[in-house]
Nanobody, 115 residues
Framework: QVQLVESGGGLVQAGGSLRLSCAAS????????MAWHRQAPGKQREWVALIPRGGSTNYADSVEGRFTVSRDIAKNTVYLQMNSLKPEDTAVYYC?????????WGQGTQVTVSS
């Protein structure tokens, strides 16, 4: 059973930084790709960043230049470094891993950015 557990969320002032972590129960190298998504209150879940097993990372336009996704294969963990946070970044952030046709989701971690 694949499990993903996010952590690192919290309350931060606008302009601040947070680093989210997504720990996998097994090797993250087994995932075709891992991604971060977020869902703000009253809005649909949206994609934020992608880190494929091979190839370049990708970011949503809204976070390009401010967020950085990375991974530590030895720790089976994917990270999302979030800088220059804005109130509109407030959301529950979810980690997703893809293996073949299946997607696995974490339970989410709340990020709140105050103005």
């Amino acid at each position: 059973q694949v499990q993903l557990v996010e952590s690192g969320g919290g309350l931060v002032q606008a302009g601040g930084s947070l680093r989210l972590s997504c720990a996998a129960s097994g090797s993250i190298f087994g995932f075709t790709a891992m991604a971060w998504h977020r869902q703000a209150p009253g809005k649909q879940r949206e994609w934020v960043a992608l880190i494929p097993r091979g190839g370049s990372t990708n970011y949503a336009d809204s976070v390009e230049g401010r967020f950085t996704v990375s991974r530590d294969i030895a720790k089976n963990t994917v990270y999302l470094q979030m800088n220059s946070l804005k109130p509109e970044d407030t959301a529950v952030y979810y980690c997703k891993g893809n293996i073949g046709s299946r997607d696995y989701w974490g339970q989410g971690t709340q990020v709140t950015v105050s103005s």
